[in-house]
């Protein structure tokens, strides 16, 4: 009996490497990646794991391959850029079970702070690139994946966007594959790759991706749908599916593997069609290889650069339909906000109060750069504050930075953030560092990391001491501090960050949304007692509003009972009060 089930994209890769018969999985969450191991987790035949960044869960799979089983790893588009030295060396060395990366894009900037392309990367590191277009193919494109990667002895990549990780479909279901481990032999030929060994890969991976051009003109993936020939597009992905919606009849060639392109079969297809479009999101990519080869095609000259694109998108630069758009003065405003409760309001709270600046991280703690924190004031990567504060010191001195401070998560701390911090010991760094521990990564969906004490398995492990790991570096000044006691932290934050040394400041309390989190109390508010100061919607917490009166209201159903609050009123016109 076949079964099918509603998917979606991610899950359906997570089926598909279940279905290849995968071994081993390594990732690091990050939106829109991050459901792919959260359901590949719950195949008991895949060892799975957050790896601490995606540079080691790409060498995790990368080992787990030399050693002969099928294996993959996870991560959103920037993550690639931390996985781009094992990457681009394993492109030369290729494989020896099946290597599959999936790699997640982000159009439209949901929740990244660029919009690269993957297959720029792919290019540049001479790997072949799938992109599903629908959750079944997901599954059937990530199965594929391995099968090319043994045949073609090179790692693939499978490319998806937020799109299509989030979105649903239907799904058949099919077993398990169990592929016999590929037999490890010593080669240092292939696997050591020092620059006498990696000039002989290096003509191996051009005859590969040559062979991999050509035969994609005979893949079952890239297929040419002939309908009327006075217009035709060569797409992929989702583009594919607005393609399909918006101009039912034109001819398509919906590639499936989008690097190496199959010129054969794009030169045939062209060739029966009048007028050629190339629609792909984000970079030139195929369009600019396609012209390069002498065919005329419109792409870029009609459709952006930017952003997620559209069946309407295309109505409109092909058809030159007029279509009504929402635009955005025309919406209620909606900017994102930290959740009541938050232990990071209370930092940045005090942190605005003593006017310091912050050098800012990747992680829901980037949201003190806005109204009415406006604290952070930079974001560049993960592990980046620190670094950068150092920066500044050695640009400005010491005392530039005696108001500042870099701000960084529990888990990005452990991504990249020791790393940096290392770095400011090791050259004589002064500045202080926050790492704001609310024991889990938050901003994707709180997932473990290694200072938790829980792996993605759910095994208890040993915690990752942050003090004591601060303190091994010989940092002397290391303080561990209740993120919700205001008057100490604004004592400790003014002592620090005038002292001529390293100094890290270890916030804690548990994220507000954790599950297993208990909050006995919710904060009251008298509106005899108040004085319609305002003192207390300076963090701007969402629970708490001004009646007509100008007096303070308290949302009961959104107050987590943090007792910000009430630290802040000065009154007494806020209190704690146990839940009915």
């Given at each position: 009996m076949i079964e099918k089930k509603i998917m979606l994209g991610n899950a359906a890769i997570a089926r598909g490497a279940y279905e290849a018969g995968v071994k081993v999985s390594a990732a690091y969450p990050g939106t829109?990646?991050?459901?792919?191991?959260?359901?590949?987790?719950?195949?008991?035949?895949?060892?799975?794991?957050?790896?601490?960044?995606?540079?080691?869960?790409?060498?995790?799979?990368?080992?787990?391959?030399?050693?002969?089983?099928?294996?993959?790893?996870?991560?959103?588009?920037?993550?690639?850029?931390?996985?781009?030295?094992?990457?681009?060396?394993?492109?030369?060395?290729?494989?020896n079970g099946g290597l599959v990366l999936v790699a997640a894009d982000d159009p439209g900037l949901y929740s990244s702070q660029n919009e690269q392309d993957t297959r720029c990367v792919a290019r540049a590191a001479q790997v072949p690139v799938l992109e599903p277009s629908d959750s079944q193919e997901a599954?059937?494109?990530?199965?594929?994946?391995?099968?090319?990667?043994?045949?073609y002895d090179t790692p693939v990549i499978v490319r998806t966007t937020t799109r299509l990780s989030h979105s649903q479909g239907p799904v058949t279901l099919e077993d398990r594959m169990e592929p016999e481990d590929?037999?490890?032999?010593?080669?240092?030929?292939?696997?050591?790759?020092?620059?006498?060994?990696?000039?002989?890969?290096?003509?191996?991976?051009?005859?590969?991706?040559?062979?991999?051009?050509e035969d994609g003109c005979e893949f079952s993936i890239n297929r040419t749908q002939m309908r009327d020939t006075s217009i035709g597009f060569i797409t992929s992905g989702i583009p594919y599916q607005y393609v399909r919606e918006a101009c039912p009849n034109a001819s398509i060639l919906k590639l499936g593997m989008v690097h190496p392109l199959p010129r054969r079969l794009i030169e045939d297809f062209a060739a029966k069609v009048d007028t050629l479009y190339v629609f792909e999101e984000l970079e030139?990519?195929?369009?600019?290889?396609?012209?390069?080869?002498?065919?005329?095609?419109?792409?870029?000259?009609i459709f952006t650069l930017q952003g997620e694109y559209?069946?309407?998108?295309?109505?409109?630069?092909?058809?030159?339909?007029?279509?009504?758009?929402?635009?955005?003065?025309?919406?209620?405003?909606?900017?994102?906000?930290?959740?009541?409760?938050?232990?990071?309001?209370?930092?940045?709270?005090?942190l605005n109060k003593l006017k310091i600046h912050a050098a800012g991280d990747i992680g829901c703690y980037t949201l003190g750069a806005v109204a009415p924190l406006n604290v952070i004031d930079t974001t560049i990567c993960m592990g980046a504050s620190i670094s950068s504060l150092h920066g500044m010191e050695m640009a400005k001195g010491t005392d530039y930075i005696k108001n500042w401070v870099a701000v960084i998560g529990d888990s990005t701390f452990m991504h990249t953030g020791v790393n940096s911090l290392m770095n400011m010991v090791y050259n004589q760094g002064t500045g202080t560092v926050m790492i704001l521990d609310n024991s889990t990564t938050g901003m994707t969906g709180h997932q473990?990391?290694?200072?938790?004490?829980?792996?993605?398995?759910?095994?208890?492990?040993?915690?990752?001491?942050?003090?004591?790991?601060?303190?091994?570096?010989?940092?002397?000044?290391?303080?561990?501090?209740?993120?919700?006691?205001?008057?100490?932290?604004?004592?400790?934050?003014?002592?620090?960050?005038?002292?001529?040394?390293?100094?890290?400041?270890?916030?804690?309390?548990p994220c507000v949304l954790l599950k297993g989190n208990v909050y006995p109390y919710k904060c009251k508010a008298d509106t005899i007692q108040c004085k319609k100061c305002g003192l207390c919607l300076k963090p701007g917490c969402p629970a708490l509003t001004k009646n007509e009166d100008g007096t303070i209201a308290i949302d009961e159903t959104m107050c987590n009972g943090c007792g910000l609050c009430m630290q802040l009123c000065k009154f007494g016109a806020i209190e704690k009060v146990g839940k009915e």
């Open positions: 829109p990646s991050t459901e792919i191991s959260e359901n590949i987790v719950e195949y008991d035949e895949i060892y799975a794991e957050w790896s601490p960044n995606e540079k080691v869960a790409m060498e995790v799979a990368i080992g787990a391959s030399i050693s002969g089983v099928r294996a993959m790893a996870s991560m959103k588009h920037v993550g690639v850029n931390v996985a781009s030295d094992p990457l681009y060396t394993v492109s030369y060395s290729g494989v599954k059937d494109f990530t199965k594929f994946a391995f099968e090319l990667s043994e045949k590929k037999k490890y032999e010593r080669n240092p030929a292939k696997f050591v790759m020092m620059p006498g060994n990696a000039k002989g890969r290096h003509i191996f991976v051009e005859s590969r991706m040559k062979a991999m051009e030139p990519v195929m369009e600019e290889q396609i012209k390069s080869w002498g065919i005329h095609a419109i792409g870029k000259e559209s069946a309407n998108l295309l109505r409109k630069a092909v058809l030159n339909e007029s279509i009504d758009v929402v635009l955005p003065h025309q919406v209620a405003a909606r900017p994102p906000i930290l959740c009541p409760g938050c232990p990071h309001r209370s930092v940045f709270s005090v473990d990391n290694a200072a938790t004490g829980k792996t993605l398995k759910g095994n208890e492990v040993p915690a990752i001491n942050i003090y004591q790991l601060c303190k091994a570096m010989g940092i002397k000044h290391v303080i561990e501090i209740e993120a919700f006691d205001l008057e100490k932290l604004e004592t400790v934050i003014k002592e620090e960050v005038n002292r001529d040394a390293v100094s890290v400041i270890i916030t804690k309390a």
